[in-house]
């Protein structure tokens, strides 16, 4: 058996199925390893992966904070928190935190490929029940949640979950585990949505905390990551030079479409915007973009972006007019915005150039540069930042002790977002890397304004 | 009694008292009528004045489609609305749209400086019922206000209000008038708080739509309007350079402040930034912003803006340490946010240099620049643009509709935000002006959106 | 006679002929006095005026610097300048600072309209003579000159022309005056166009230094100040919103237009260039600028903006194809750059609707809003700032010193740019107003770069 | 001999010697291209790397108008150009352009590792003599050069150099080849330099054209690219995020510099400026950046960039005060403006964590990450993008063409700068690829402009 036993490392029967996708989602330190693996000793990889997580914690002073003002208290003494994300080098801050709060932790991986194995097996070392390696096959990576829920003498009360598959394994295999549980702890949009048809169905449980949508993440998710990972997706994919390009944007409806039209405003392209809804029309008329229907510029644009949430935004009909060297790709929410379906025919040859990047070829010799298969080009083609991960982990250490500590009755089985005043908190925990000076209420300002003088300062619902 | 006859202009023994103040809030128009004063006849201020109204019906092309567009139905047949705002040509534009729809209207200004003498003349002349001059007293100001209300044969089923000062009058005088009011429309932040006050109370006893917080209006008055009328305040009290001058700006709260900071930004200013929650003090941080408190920089500052909506947020301390020449002024909400009465003591000398800007002077010669006396720059010292009146009007002209047609029981005795879709169908009504063309949904991305192709397209708490 | 009395005020049978234009160049004091001009009394006139001079003082700081650092020295002393310049507060302190440096000044206006009569006033109360008052006549202006110079008993050695108007009337009545002149500086354009003629036909009989075309002023003239120009004259003159307009800037050949088209897009319209030279075509597209000829636009701007130098840029067959309200405007060169005579026809009917802003009406109604009559809109319709005139005096300063300080035969009868270490020398004195640090060169990098370390720092040419 | 023979790929008995730096100077085809040798077929290669120069060819559309324009003429029917420049797929677009305009060509590489070999193997294929490949050495070098040089029956007329290394070695072993050629090309920054000093010592026999201070390719190489490549940059190597974080950029001297600055702002990072040239200094404050000494900021920033063409602007002492974690680069002309020489000390470790990315770790454990050693970044570790390469390949086309065909006694044994017109040449071929649509003076223009309709628009010195 393997209780607390580490075990992070593939059995020898299991093949290493190395993604040759290039950088995924947590790509950064996972690319760079990978390039040497075949030069680099496994001692220097395990010394170098320690570095690495040392690291990263310099990176995520945030959740280095949280524990030194939390350790005290243990909020999560007799917390057993079982947990399914990427294993990174930031996740292992985030246990490492965890566990410093009390918790105990047993992790397995959300995605078949972004495990860091180094990192696995540094935690495996330390001592933590990790269940997870790079290039885990399907039936690995039920096997891997399965061995992380169900283990003799040892019962999670708390579930951290990235896109709902341990929630729902849980639910499927292992339903009577849910009266010990106080909370689940969910990140990702796909389970969210999942949690919200189980409340709708009325079959939630247990109090959910949806994370995915606490302002401080979507504001830095969508408004501040894209306006930069626009600009790296498409350079690191195709080298295009920004200056003069004419781009067309598919919607303008959230904050991270208009990071893209900013940023390549700023760079001197001429964009368009394309929308359905009247009022963020409006808005980016005002903000200074032509407002088009896809087919008046689809002939002269350089480059195509769609970010609209919806799906067949851009289909055959547009793709055949583009002209020659015409960049696709999408940042939007779903991978069914461009209709790539519609390009595997046989009058069209496909060539992969480099990762990432296919030219999809006309039979007059017209070439389409499709990036990521139209899969999301900041996830498929870009790095996702430090900070910005540290906002995830330290929402999500903050999440688990809300739902742990809260007193009875305060969350029903229904899905909630995080409280301002934590949501808050964790912004305030992020200053410091700014060397920025918040200020405070006096009493009288307080009291003008209807506030506690530690907030929170805003309403529940304000964006 | 006066029924329907025109009364817009002030008897002879009501002396005119022009304001000293120059351009109020509806400038332009009134700015340029006041210089030629002594030189224009009567007859050719009425024809100057008409001409007025029709360039302002060009420049309010929203209000002249929704004219033809609803004219056959004439949703407003039958209304008796009764309305108290500025009184100018923008405002003649929406009382004649109001007519076309079927309604009948008596008027009254909602400010003592704001009314347009010949607009209020020409719809005199026009058969609308107005009761309102440039300059009126305390007591002219309610007797004109009571001449709308209070006529025999005549009564009131709808209120349009700007300021809460109209219901107001009516709760206290003529309580009974409520039972034949179908809804009040409230355009002021003042007026909406008033009505909110009510609802609390259990007083209020007819739905009240607040227009003031449709998604449209709270996009262009604070971020597009701002963006550009700080620069212009600004600019036309002093004539700063803003090319490396060092800015703070308290408050970084709403869009408006970001419309702020961004404007000065780009105009090469150096821009720090005050606040109180860490969320906003995240993004000022993101969008390239020192966050400092104010005490930091307020010995180098070249200028100090407030846009917090707190009050004592820049305070004699504060100002004492100012360098000489700082200009001051407020953008916020409240008039309190600069403790100008902290300035009001012996040893200061203050000295007016222009319309809306004091010198305020230490003893030891220091100036520091006072605008508008702490009062709203946007509002005393720039113009609002006709594009933003006009969303303002067709706002105030749907909420008209919409509670005037509402089926019985679908308004409540509370205070209503516009529904979503008529905010909508503001904006699509401007969208013609800048030539922009709206995508139109198919029925396959409907249902996968899972929303009606005519919209609403957000929820009703977007933002 | 006169000799060194003050004769400043106009005699009383000249009739006060006040601008009804409004604002003219040096506008902003002018402006404000003239509003309070029936109740003020002229004892207090006299005060606010020392009052001016001695804020320009504040605003001045490199020329009171540079009257501490050259005071001791007295490099001006013996010199005896005549000047024609405007006449305003910041002229009275460079004034004051050439007699500080040891100089003797006479001076007339260069405008039959900028002059500050309480300016005016003060300086002759000061001692200096000074020949000018606002609204002169062609005679006036003329005996103003002529008055400067032709004085008994004192003989002007340097000149510091604005135009070439005083240089003009020497070279006409007083040409032997040559012999004891030592050099003229020249601000203008014009002026400086005059020289270069002079020079190239052999008449030039001194140096003269144009100080129109020093790298620092250029600089500020054209990119800083149009930057911030182009904005407050559109507003000040019609309140338009930039946000979402559409605008076709013709010409990118200068900094200038640069500041223009960067300022626009900044506030969200949407900037069309057209150009005739491929290199500066080349740039508007790199800066995100569709490069269009004005015909493929002309149906569709809001806004038209010429600065290419040239003429006739935009003709009546443009104008004829202008959309109803299109506003049209100048920030080029010359004043012919719109073919405004074209629009004195029958057919166009003209309305002054504000100053500086006409309204040609199409006999279908269509109104074309012409700003400033075509002449230079940043000229006309918005204030020069302080910091901008700094810059221009401090620089007249300093080429008169080096003129009047020069050895025997470093200039010849030429036309000569200001030499780039003084260029960088008014440069310096402005950093102190921005709080800002010069970095020093080391022994060694000066050595390794072959400069000196005090510089130059750039070749002559370098702009 | 090998005469015409393709001698393209090495000899057996010489090893690959595959930089270990990855992306070299031509970075992008090369690098994706090596990652797959061990998958892809000889043949494929092949296939795949005229694929490379046809889609070059596509993105090169200037040379092939050129082609197309000059093809009829052959202006350069016998010309023998011998080269020496990369050898990538633009390089070859060229070359085939220079044989269609009727010149002969023989080929070196001016890099031992930025050669693409498939491309050198299919010019080769083609009939061209190209001599490289991909890690040579020293010896292999100059072996290669001779090659190109020293062949019976074949001497060149014109030069085309890239570094001035060719021109070196015709000087040293062949300096009578000099009475046969008719001029040199030279693009690099060090090799016209040396051409300077060879006309300096009166040592330059032929005339010498100076390409890399044309105007459109200076604007393109400084402003444009760098704007750009300073993200890319520092994304590729760090994934550093910008936004909020501290940068301090030393120099503001030149457009690339405010390439920097501009773009870095655009992303939300705060930047602080230090300069020794006052002008430049003021032009920084008017852009809107803090002027500093660099030690006033050097312990709170987060990135230090120089750019400023001097040495040991970053020195030791400066290193010592970064805070860990800080980003050191070099963005300047040479590769000495930090000094990386003073890292070499016993106490500090060096840790190279990625390619072009190394740790240096003071004894306290701090970190600072140095890029490419403090060599220039932009040229390390970002691409440079093929309309750049364009704007290059198309000037040195014009720059043989101008010196192959100017008639006697145009050009003197000395270095020129491309004439004016052909810089204006070569923008406006460029200027389809933005469908830009450039406007034409009338007759009546030009005669008032005193210009040729055809151009040159502006002063040689113009920039």
Known sequence: HCGHTAFAMPDPVRPWKLSREGPGLFSSAASYTDSSDDETSPRDKQQKNSKEIEIAEQEMPALMALRKRAQGEKPLAGAKVVGCTHITAQTAVLMETLSALGAQCRWAACNIYSTQNEVAAALAEGGFSVFAWKGESEDDFWWCIDRCVNVEGWQPNMILDDGGDLTHWIYKKYPNMFKKIKGIVEESVTGVHRLYQLSKAGKLCVPAMNVNDSVTKQKFDNLYCC????LDGLKRTTDVMFGGKQVVVCGYGEVSRKGCCAAL???????????????????????????VKLNEVIRQVDIVITCTGNKNVVVRENLDRMKNGCIVCNMGHSNTE???????????????????????IWPDGKRIVLLAEGRLLNLSCSTVPTFVLSITATTQALALIELYNAPEGRYKQDVYLLPKKMDEY??????????????????????????NKNGPFKPNYYR
Chains 1, 2, 3, 4 share one sequence.
Do not use: N
């Open 426 to 451: 964790v912004a305030s925990l992020h200053l410091p890397t700014f060397d920025a000076h918040l200020t405070e209420l006096s009493d009288e300002q307080a009291k003008y304004l209807g506030l």
């Open 265 to 291: 405003k700023a760079m001197g392209s001429i964009v368009y915007v394309t929308e359905i809804d009247p009022i963020c029309a409006l808005q980016a008329c005002m903000d200074g973009f032509r407002l």
């Open 338 to 360: 461009i209709d790539v379906a519609s390009l595997r025919t046989p009058e069209l040859t496909w060539e992969r150039v480099r990762s990432q990047v296919d030219h999809v």
């Open 227 to 230: 306006r930069e990972s626009i």
